[in-house]
């Protein structure tokens, strides 16, 4: 039974008494709950925010609604790790409430400063009327984990020709000079980025718009990142209201990104090439960038996407993040790649390995079965129509990935993966395979996917597409079948189990 508003909108200790303990019960129970990826202890995660490296650990923060799956008075919620492999749950980063947060503390980003981590988020506020009054809000966090929010909103007002929709500040240093991005929402109901400067995160000066060549892209651009790498410049956001085109654009909302020119910061000029998605799977939104100590550009996204229902929603929780990818550039492409961090849970696993010419049939081999692996194969020498790989599979269900020789498109089929999802999920996605020339001889393609108990990531020919998904099966769904059909392949495999079996 969905919540009212009052019953959406309490903070966590205002839960009816033993509310929270009946969650916690219904979690404990629930077979869809990760192995490695971060989800929350109870209720609702979204957005990742805050994504930093701070006193020798990488910080991430996640939105965070504590009382039931649906969007309701947001928290920031803190984990820490000092490998990106394992995080460890520190609590409560920015609490609800206050005059600039009274309806909740939206996504933001954090930057170090004079020893402190600066985290620069959206208060979102409602009058009486329940119209949206958002602020850009600062909280200060100390080498203790204690945060301080500072008293008054650092940008208190949205600029003239704006609705309200006006959010996600992200922030960088460029010399000594302070830059932020926020996603905002036009007059005419299309979306943008805004240009902020500031000297010492307090008092921000309004640049005005960063010009690219899509005006009329899409209703909203949210949770905008900013980055520069490799001498070009990166604007990755997630704009809502694009209409499906061809295999593009068919979650309800996207992610992705242009890259181009470094960003000129007096003239706010952005040259750049066309907009490609970030992700080619069913859940996959508002990613957030970090420069890492030794650095490499890092990712995460939030494994959901807003306005859908999923099947943990009845056990008490929703959602996850994905993995750390590794960010680089090729032509004019981000290539995702699983940080190299993530080979520690293999632990001192050698891998179980096979290798077998497949011949118009489906096979499945000693060992390689699991709920929670990561599994690589490479798959070669093809002249078969299609090939591929099932997993989490049993005789009712599975999840598929496959290539499809006579139209070269690379295919991923949750149609029997579990528990239905309502069909504005979606059960197919695909996507053109561009491979190289020396690979396009042999037809090579390369999966390296992360199987966990309700998610699949996908990372094809070295993160040159991915696809990122949930899935539902049952725990007794843990076959895995390698085919050929219409020809032969032949298949090169290896499995790291992350499970006690």
Request: overall charge negative.
């Given at each position: 039974m969905k919540m009212t508003r009052e019953q959406l909108y309490r903070r966590i200790e205002q839960a009816e008494p033993g509310e929270i303990a009946k969650l916690e019960a219904q979690i404990a129970t629930c077979s869809w709950r990760q192995s490695y990826h971060i989800q929350p202890v109870t209720g609702l995660l979204n957005d990742p925010n805050g994504f930093s490296y701070y006193q020798g650990y990488y910080h991430l923060f996640y939105q965070w609604f504590p009382l039931g799956t649906e969007h309701g008075l947001k928290y920031w919620y803190h984990t820490r790790s000092n490998n990106l492999v394992n995080w460890e749950n520190v609590g409560i980063a920015i609490e609800p409430g206050g005059p600039y947060d009274s309806h909740g503390a939206y996504s933001g980003s954090a930057i170090e400063k004079d020893g402190k981590l600066n985290l620069i988020y959206t208060g979102n506020t409602r009058d009486k009327n329940w119209i949206r009054h958002p602020y850009q809000c600062l909280a200060i966090m100390d080498e203790e984990n204690v945060v301080t929010k500072f008293e008054h909103p650092v940008i208190s007002d949205v600029p003239?020709?704006?609705?309200?929709?006006?959010?996600?500040?992200?922030?960088w240093q460029h010399?000594?000079?302070?830059y932020c991005v926020i996603g905002a929402q036009r007059m005419d109901e299309t979306g943008c980025t805004m240009l902020y400067r500031s000297a010492d995160l307090k008092h921000w000066q309004f640049l005005g718009e960063i010009m690219t060549t899509l005006p009329?892209?899409?209703?909203?651009?949210?949770?905008?990142?900013?980055?520069?790498?490799?001498?070009?410049?990166?604007?990755i956001f997630s704009p809502q209201g694009i209409q499906p085109e061809a295999e593009r654009y068919h979650n309800i909302y996207q992610s992705g990104y242009l890259i181009g020119e470094p960003l000129d910061l007096e003239s706010r000029e952005f040259k750049h090439g066309k907009f490609h998605e970030l992700d080619r799977g069913f859940d996959f939104y508002a990613p957030q960038t970090m420069h890492s100590p030794d650095g490499r550009r890092?990712?995460?996204?939030?494994?959901?996407?807003?306005?859908?229902?999923?099947?943990?929603?009845?056990?008490?929780?929703?959602?996850?993040?994905?993995?750390?990818?590794?960010?680089?550039?090729?032509?004019?492409?981000?290539?995702?790649?699983?940080?190299?961090?993530?080979?520690?849970?293999?632990?001192?696993?050698?891998?179980?390995?096979a290798q077998s010419t497949i011949n118009n049939e489906s096979r499945s081999f000693a060992g390689f079965h699991g709920i929670a692996y990561e599994l690589e194969c490479e798959i070669s020498q093809n002249d078969a129509n299609l090939v591929g790989i099932e997993f989490r599979a049993s005789d009712t269900e599975k999840t598929i990935v496959q290539y499809n020789q006579l139209d070269r498109k690379l295919i991923l089929d949750r149609s029997h993966s579990g528990a239905a999802l309502s069909e504005a999920?979606?059960?197919?996605?695909?996507?053109?395979?561009?491979?190289?020339?020396?690979?396009?001889?042999?037809?090579?393609?390369?999966l390296r996917m992360f199987v966990d108990s309700s998610s699949v990531e996908i990372f094809v020919n070295d993160g040159q597409e991915v696809f990122t998904s949930r899935i539902f099966p049952s725990r007794d769904s843990a076959g895995i079948q390698f085919f050929a059909h219409g020809g032969k392949a032949d298949f090169k495999m290896v499995i790291w189990k992350y499970e006690m079996e």
């Open positions: 003239a020709g704006y609705t309200e929709h006006f959010r996600d500040p992200k922030v010399d000594d000079v302070y009329s892209f899409g209703y909203m651009w949210e949770c905008p990142d900013y980055l520069e790498m490799e001498g070009q410049g990166v604007l890092i990712l995460v996204a939030w494994m959901g996407l807003p306005d859908l229902a999923y099947p943990t929603d009845d056990s008490g929780w929703a959602h996850c993040l994905t993995l750390p990818r590794q960010l680089s550039i090729q032509g004019d492409k981000l290539i995702q790649q699983p940080v190299p961090e993530m080979a520690q849970l293999r632990g001192e696993q050698q891998g179980i390995q999920n979606g059960t197919i996605r695909s996507c053109s395979l561009d491979v190289d020339s020396e690979a396009e001889v042999h037809n090579v393609i390369k």
